[in-house]
């Protein structure tokens, strides 16, 4: 509240210049209303207030995820991601640490993750990144490169999700209730290797009792898979 003792003479005004903050969750719309009272006068109805509305524009995010490795993937082998944060060219600046959350599906292993500006660390299967500079309007943080080992045992199909949340955008929450633009995947097939073993005798029949026979044993793998990652190894009984 704000007084004065000055006298105001007719036609005359008085102006008071008033500073607020915006609270980080405030609503999209803020009425703010004042009144004024005294004077001499009993001030009453709508001459004696006043209000103005004004739209509050608050950060909005958005991230992307590309997979830059080749497809199919190659179980045994390995997959790298990339990661886009961007702010809204309709948005207020960021406020307060982005945090953006990789959560590798079952069949990938997270062996590195990294991006200028972000701090990321990994654990088991998921991948934390923080970026504390404030993103401006219509623009992107630096792309942050996630890599994974494809597991020999990986399903046919691999599906990875990242999800953007903070930095003042009060929808993009971890969790099912963020919206879609707070939400990014990447999906791609998996190829395993397909070895085929055949086996041949060589040795002119019918064989010899006492004498020897020699057999030709041949490995391949089928055109339409994927290289052999791990040892390989025949057993002839």
Known sequence: AC????????????????????????????TNTASVTGGGVDCTGAA???SVTASVQAPLLGISKTLTTAKPLHAGGTAS??????NSAVSAPTEGTITVTDSLPTGLTPTGAAGPGWTCRFAVSTVTCTFATALDPNSVA??????????????ATLTNTAQVAGGGD?????????PARCKA???AAVQAPQLKLAKALMTATPLLP???ASYTLTVSNTATSAPTADTITVTDI
Not at 7 to 24: F, R
Not at 81 to 86: E, I, K, S, T
């Open 3 to 30: 007084s004065s003792t000055a006298e105001i003479g007719a036609g005359g005004t008085s102006a008071i210049d008033l500073t607020v903050g915006v609270a980080a969750d405030a609503p999209a719309t803020i």
């Open 48 to 50: 004696c207030s006043s």
């Open 81 to 86: 991601y990339q990661l886009a944060v961007r």
């Open 142 to 155: 630096p792309v942050i490169t996630v890599q994974a080992n494809v597991l020999a045992t990986a399903p």
């Open 170 to 178: 009060l929808l993009c929450v971890a969790g099912d209730a963020a």
């Open 185 to 187: 995947s990447a999906e």
């Open 210 to 212: 006492g004498g020897t």
